[in-house]
């Protein structure tokens, strides 16, 4: 393997994402919340930026993009649909489309829902899905501006990935969204593994993003709003799987965990 994934905390729970291609020197980031430590992991490095890609138009996944630009001049690539409220866009992409990244595939899959714009990378040579605000470490992120059948669309689009994918997702808020997803699914024995590793991973300030595609289909309740168990101990039996995932979704909102 000739690719390299970083994480990058930024801000108070933003994660940014580079990954290197060892053979060209190259180096992509995922989503520019801030500029020190994204630029202070590629001096560090010693990598040049040449990409930056972008999931969404809030401000906590743009903020560094000019600076960056400004100091390492990199393509920068983000939706067409979102181009009027992105900063300035060397690259338009749009859902379904494939980006050659250094002779690798990279797909861009439609993630809307937290906004209407959304989109996800996904990298099969690396195996790791960047994913912004839309599936996320035990949640999703809230509806913004689309619709529940949007996002589960969406979650659905990136539950066809691989189960040993790497999903690289916007935020540390496993910890919080473990307490929500435990009042869901009480009796789910890898739901309680998962909180009880992700206490442990916190309390040493490690971070619980990326985490694995698998183990989100077992335990996150957002993606799991189709399974017959979760559905019947919500009294939603016979409820369309979107409804509960709604339901789910409408919940948390109002959550004060
Ligand atoms: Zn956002
Ligand atoms: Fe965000």
Redesign the pocket.
């Known amino acids: 393997m000739t690719l390299e994934l970083e994480t990058i905390p930024c801000l108070s729970d933003n994660y940014a994402f580079l990954v290197h291609d060892r053979k060209s020197g190259a180096t992509a980031l995922f989503d520019a919340p801030e500029t020190w430590p994204i630029q202070r992991e590629l001096e560090k490095q010693g990598w040049q930026l040449t990409h930056i890609f972008i999931t969404?138009h809030?401000a906590?996944?743009i903020d560094a993009v000019a600076d960056l630009v400004a100091a390492y001049h990199p393509e920068v690539i983000g939706a067409a649909r979102d181009a009027h409220r992105l900063p300035p866009l060397d690259t338009e992409v749009a859902p379904g489309d494939t980006y050659d990244l250094w002779g690798r595939q990279l797909w861009v899959l439609d993630a809307a829902g937290?906004?209407t714009g959304h989109i996800a990378y996904y990298l099969p040579r690396l195996g790791a899905a960047f994913t912004?605000?839309s599936l996320m470490a035990l949640g999703c992120?809230r509806l913004f501006e689309g619709t529940p059948q949007m996002m589960w669309d969406s979650l659905t689009r990136l539950a066809a990935l691989p189960d040993d994918t790497l999903i690289c997702s916007?935020h540390e808020y496993t910890a919080a969204n473990g307490r929500f997803a435990a009042t869901v699914e009480p009796g789910n024995p890898a739901l309680k593994d998962r909180i009880a590793q992700t206490a442990k991973a916190r309390a040493m300030d490690t971070p619980t993003v990326p985490s694995a595609l698998g183990l989100e289909k077992a335990t996150n309740p957002f993606l799991r709003a189709g399974d017959p168990g979760l559905k019947a101990g919500l009294g939603m039996a016979d409820a369309a799987d979107v409804e509960v995932f709604a339901h789910i979704r409408g919940a948390k909102d109002g959550f004060k965990g």
């Open positions: 969404h809030h906590d996944h937290h906004t912004g605000d992120g916007g």
